[in-house]
């Protein structure tokens, strides 16, 4: 039925009803064919067009869009924040265990804790992820939780809805008449080859590459438009069901199995064992198998199956006593270090890096690797030509953690730090005393100029779109740019720009239009963008509110510098040097030339007063008047500080609705207590602006 036809034809609402859910069926057979079972039912066509049918529908008529119809899957309108929501049972977080003793141990105790009547274990893979409770009632998913601090999380609904596998809706209603409410639990992660991918697309886009899976799915779920996070490829793994009936309180396995039943997606991988020498087993043919796995794993979770006997066992502390994770070692390889070479950062911090032969590990071929520092080579006596550990955790760069001494040939001699940066320039290196690291400090070496080029344009500084790492390099190699004033003159080369390779109108025209964008950027990111050493976000912003202007802060002397809050002796005299640098004031004066902004908003600064210097303030809870990130800008605008968790420090904590565990911390410390009311009271505002 097309949209053309639903108007042409008079079709009753009833009617309707039944063929949106007729689609909807569909649909949701078809989503769990494909993305649980990997057994695709339909084609991909047939697919998008009872998908359209159901969109076309919805859109017009929008009342008969239900909360759980899989149209909502595409993401909505993105969100100002987050709503906190209490954990109905608080999310706790397992014992860890990492050798075979330990596991007797866990053993013995469950053994003594159910007076040694026979008892089984329900092992499952500890997939590398973000957990999540979800919510049902009636069989249609409510809320979605992160674990947040395992009582109180982020409301991230919108966000898990996106989620093909995830059912939104029960459809069998013989279980939904038995268990009416019940809450899920499972981890979201990204398999490793889409982690792959998207961070090729980063590679190939210039842009930073995420570390690993887990902070890729992490940061993908705290996104506030849950439309982006449509686009990202998250699974999901259900390991956990309560029902507060009988439904579920037979055994793990069989709470499993339920979910199974129920559409959830649920681990193939889990088995029921009935020693602990079995479960030993389990450990280590997972530990042999799990390279090969789509997904990272960093463990195994070892519960005790009977539910009866999970609630004799009971918890200790903050962690059940009936369940435990084995946690595996990092993966590690033997490889040859060919070479230690050095990558120089943007405040000129000189990194030695690891050139190795190349061996695959945990699914990628690494040919580098990091040494940290000069400290780190010679404490763990790595020497060129040796062969090497490296090591992988669940990030994208290995480490190297040792050299294997006896394969070491008789002629090696431990590692020298060169004295000459490796940029062309071949400035003399030097390390500050105290300091882990050498710093090349020629104002033209190349590379430094590279990566201030690229903090410049980065997203918390002028966030100039398009304007990342391999751009950056390729501009600063052509000498397109040599400075970050050059940016601003780009739009002059335009024409230069397009003869290059990659290069069309349509991609050089979005890039000059994020520069221009960048003027807007207000004066404190413009501040923190200079990459002035040690000035970081707090501080910009501290010294553009303190001085109000660019000229005002370049005239100042070092004790007005060492004035402002939080500025302490090596910034104020890291920024007397960079003012007095010539080459710095001629950047400046183009920037200021190009438009940029210079001063901080009059009407921000004249609002701005002191009277909350020296007072630490926490939010909690959700305010109505404001966003909790409007709150915190007032009281910075008055000198305060926002702490992100309560402590003997802290002056004030102010409780929103639905505030959480800050709230019992703050009363135990015998902190004020302020509500909305009497926070705007102090803020002396009527009522607060919430125009963000
Ligand atoms: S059971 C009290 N089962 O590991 C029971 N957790 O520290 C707690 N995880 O926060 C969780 N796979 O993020 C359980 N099959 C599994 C799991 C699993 C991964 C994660 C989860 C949890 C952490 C436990």
């Known amino acids: 039925m097309s949209q053309d036809s639903l108007f042409e034809k008079q079709y009753s609402l009833d009617d309707l009803t039944k063929k949106v859910d007729e689609l909807k069926q569909k649909i949701v057979a078809a989503d769990y064919r494909y993305y649980v079972l990997a057994e695709p039912s339909i084609s991909d066509r047939e697919y998008d067009s009872v998908f359209k049918e159901l969109q076309d529908i919805e859109h017009a008529y929008p009342e008969l869009q239900t909360q759980d119809s899989p149209t909502k899957r595409v993401g909505g309108q993105p969100l100002k924040e987050f709503k906190q929501f209490k954990h109905i049972i608080p999310m706790l977080s397992l014992s860890n265990t990492y050798t075979n003793q330990e596991l007797l141990d866990f053993d013995r105790k469950v053994q003594q804790g159910l007076d040694s009547t026979d008892y089984a274990y329900a092992c499952e893979l500890k997939v590398d992820g973000v957990a999540i409770s979800l919510h049902y009632s009636q069989g249609v998913l409510q809320r979605a939780i992160t674990r947040g601090d395992g009582e109180f999380g982020d409301d991230i609904t919108e966000n898990i809805k996106t989620l093909p596998m995830l059912p939104l809706r029960i459809y069998d209603t013989s279980i939904i008449t038995e268990i009416p409410e019940f809450e899920v639990r499972g981890e979201v992660y990204m398999e490793k080859l889409d982690f792959l991918n998207l961070n090729k697309e980063r590679e190939e886009a210039g842009e930073k590459l995420y570390a690993n899976p887990r902070n890729l799915t992490a940061g993908t779920l705290k996104l506030l438009d849950s439309s982006l996070v449509a686009k990202r490829p998250l699974k999901i793994v259900c390991y956990f069901l309560e029902t507060h009936s009988p439904a579920s309180s037979v055994s793990q396995s069989k709470n499993v199995e339920l979910l199974k039943k129920m559409g959830f997606p649920i681990s193939p991988y889990n088995e029921q064992v009935f020693s602990i020498q079995k479960v030993y ?45 084995y946690k595996y070692e990092a993966l590690k ?62 990030d994208i760069i290995p480490k190297v953690v040792s050299s294997i001494k006896e394969k070491r040939s008789s002629d090696s001699i431990p590692f020298q730090f ?71 003159d780009l739009y002059a080369k335009r024409d230069e720009i397009l003869l290059l390779d990659r290069w069309g109108s349509k991609s050089i025209d979005n890039v000059l239009a994020s520069i221009e964008k960048s003027k807007q950027k207000p004066y404190h990111r413009l501040l923190f963008a200079l990459g002035i050493r040690y000035v970081g976000e707090g501080a910009a912003k501290n010294l553009a509110f303190h001085f109000g202007s660019m000229s005002a802060l370049k005239n100042a002397d070092i004790e007005e510098f060492m004035s402002v809050k939080d500025i302490g002796k090596s910034i104020a005299q890291s920024l007397i040097d960079f003012f007095a640098d010539p080459q710095e004031s001629t950047v400046i004066k183009r920037l200021e030339l190009a438009g940029l902004t210079f001063a901080i908003d009059e009407e921000e600064f004249s609002q701005r007063t002191n009277e909350f210097t020296g007072f630490i303030f926490v939010l909690t809870g959700e305010l109505e008047s404001m966003t909790r990130k409007h709150a915190s800008e007032l009281i910075e605008k008055k000198g305060g500080k926002v ?40 803020l002396q505002i009527s009522k607060p602006d919430t125009n963000n």
Not at 304 to 321: H, K, M, T, Y
Not at 347 to 365: C, K, N, R
Not at 453 to 474: N, P, Y
């Open 333 to 394: 390889a033997e490889t040859k270090l060919l070479d230690i070479t050095l990558q120089v950062g943007r405040t000129g911090a000189i990194t030695p890096v690891a050139e190795l032969q190349s061996v695959v590990l945990a699914g990628s071929t690494i040919s580098r690797a990091t040494l940290h520092n000069i400290d780190y080579i010679h404490s763990n006596d790595i020497r060129n030509k040796d062969f090497v550990i490296i090591e992988k955790g669940g």
């Open 418 to 488: 060169p004295q000459l940066c490796p940029c062309k320039v071949q400035s003399e290196i030097h390390r500050p005393e105290g300091e882990a690291n050498y710093y090349c400090i020629h104002p033209n070496c190349p590379w430094q100029i590279r990566r201030r080029i690229e903090h410049f344009a980065s997203r918390d500084a002028m966030d100039i779109e398009g304007l990342g790492e391999k751009v950056v390099d390729q501009f600063v190699e052509l000498g397109l740019l040599q400075n970050v004033a050059d940016i601003y």
């Open 643 to 682: 702490s992100g968790s309560v402590s003997k420090k802290t002056n004030y904590l102010v409780a929103g609705t639905n505030a959480g565990s800050k709230h019992i911390a703050a009363q135990e410390l015998a902190i004020p207590i302020l509500n909305e009311q009497e926070f705007i009271q102090l």
């Open 281 to 325: 087993e389990y450990i280590e043919n997972w530990d042999a198998k799990r390279e090969s796995l789509p997904f990272f794993i960093d463990g195994i979770v070892i519960k005790v199956d009977a539910i009866s006997q999970q609630r004799i066992l009971g918890f200790v502390a903050r962690a059940p006593r009936w369940a435990i994770a």
